[in-house]
Every structure is written in structure tokens, then in C-alpha cells.
């Protein structure tokens, strides 16, 4: 069974601060990673993808990608009132073609 | 405009009787997917589908039913053997090589009457 574990939160970071979000998968294997932003009531949308080691930076938002570790990161700086919202870590294994979801975590940002 | 098309967005459903979703995406993907959302929490793979004419289990598959005539379309049945239907239905669908990601549809909700 694959995991992906996310804490559920909520996470309340006041306006213009930095948000931490961290996923961690337990395939070792998996090699693409992506976060993904849920508003209430509405369907997932892509934020950022990552497929290798290190940061990648778009915007407010990094990636942090960490494969000996088995973890992946989104933060956002500046955090604003819009961003409140569930994100979804998911990831999907070499020679698969679903994506395995995290249960997401609520943020919530107070201006 | 090139997108994923879900109908209808809210749906009601008796005890013991048969509905189906309706899926369509015109992005030319070959991998189509059918996740469940129940409040509060994550999402979790009903079927999905490489190619057309075939299609494989996740992990709710029972109680489910989807067929893949057409590579456009991937619609879903939630049969009266789903004894919790009520939840959020969400279709996507990718491109099947390559690290891409999925696409999604706005959601069907689903409620039993």
C-alpha cells in the first residue's frame, strides 16, 4: 500500500508570514512529486511540480524535495488570505500513472 | 477550450438505485482517473484507465463500476452495492508517459436520499 502522509493541521500562519507544509511518502522509488491547492467545495489545482533533489521556486512558492529523506515540502512566503486553502501533496511511483494523495493539510491565514 | 468536463455537479441518488457520473476531457490523455472525497479528508483512486478498452482497480474499487469505450470519455457508475455513497467525485486525467500531472474535472457531489 502506498502512503503519503501529510498532517491534516489546520495551520494558521498570520498574513505575510511564511507557511511550511511537509509530506512525507514511503515509496522510495517515486521520482515525481506535486502540490496541489483545494479550495472548499472545488476541485484540486496544480501549484507546483518537483522531480528532483533540492528547490524549485516559483513565485511565492518553493518546493523542497529531500529523496533520502522521503520528503517533500511546499512553502509560501508572504503568505496572503487567498491562500487559504487544502493542499494536497501527491506523488506517483516510475511506470504508474496515478497519483497517490496525501489527505492534505488546511491552512488557514489570518489577516 | 481544452478541458476535463464532469456532469452533473450535484446529483441525488435513492437507496438501491444505480447512478452514473459523466466524465469527458477533450486534452487528447490517455490515463483517465476517478477519485472520492469524503469531508475532511484526501483523495482516494476508485478506477483509472491507461488506454481505452481497459482499466484497472484503485483502491475503493467495490461498488464501482466504469467502462472506457472512448478515449474521451470515462464515465462512472456508483451501483446500489455502494453502501456509503455520499461524497465528492472527482475525474482527471494525464498524459500516460512522463513525470505529468493530472488534470481535474469540478466535481460531481453526490447525495443519497
Known amino acids: 500500500q502506498k502512503e503519503v502522509e501529510q498532517n491534516s493541521g489546520p495551520l494558521s500562519v498570520p498574513e505575510g508570514a511564511i507557511a511550511s507544509l511537509n509530506c512525507t511518502y514511503s515509496?522510495?522509488?517515486?521520482?515525481?512529486f506535486f502540490w496541489y491547492r483545494q479550495y472548499s467545495g472545488k476541485s484540486p489545482e496544480l501549484i507546483m511540480f518537483?522531480?528532483?533533489?533540492g528547490d524549485k521556486e516559483d513565485g511565492r512558492f518553493t518546493a523542497q524535495l529531500n529523496k533520502a529523506s522521503q520528503y517533500v515540502s511546499l512553502l509560501i512566503r508572504d503568505s496572503q488570505p487567498s491562500d487559504s486553502a487544502t493542499y494536497l501533496c501527491?506523488?506517483?511511483?516510475?511506470?504508474?500513472?496515478?497519483?497517490?494523495f496525501g489527505t492534505g493539510t488546511r491552512l488557514t491565514v489570518i489577516p | 477550450d481544452g478541458g476535463i468536463t464532469q456532469s452533473p455537479k450535484y446529483l441525488f441518488r435513492k437507496e438501491g438505485q444505480n447512478v452514473t457520473l459523466s466524465c469527458e476531457q477533450n486534452?487528447?490523455?490517455?490515463?483517465m482517473y476517478w477519485y472520492r472525497q469524503d469531508p475532511g479528508q484526501g483523495l482516494r483512486l476508485i478506477y483509472y484507465?491507461?488506454?481505452?478498452?481497459?482499466?484497472q482497480k484503485g483502491d475503493i474499487a467495490e461498488g464501482y463500476s466504469v467502462s472506457r469505450e472512448k478515449k474521451e470519455s470515462f464515465p462512472l457508475t456508483v451501483t446500489s452495492a455502494q453502501k456509503n455513497p455520499t461524497a465528492f467525485y472527482l475525474c482527471?486525467?494525464?498524459?500516460?508517459?512522463?513525470?505529468?500531472?493530472?488534470?481535474f474535472g469540478q466535481g460531481t457531489r453526490l447525495t443519497v436520499v
Open positions: 482527471a486525467s494525464s498524459m500516460r508517459q512522463g513525470n505529468t500531472e493530472a488534470f
Open positions: 515509496d522510495r522509488g517515486s521520482q515525481s
Open positions: 518537483i522531480y528532483s533533489n
Open positions: 501527491a506523488v506517483k511511483e516510475p511506470g504508474a500513472n496515478n497519483l497517490f
Open positions: 486534452l487528447n490523455h490517455d490515463a
Open positions: 484507465s491507461q488506454i481505452v478498452n481497459d482499466f
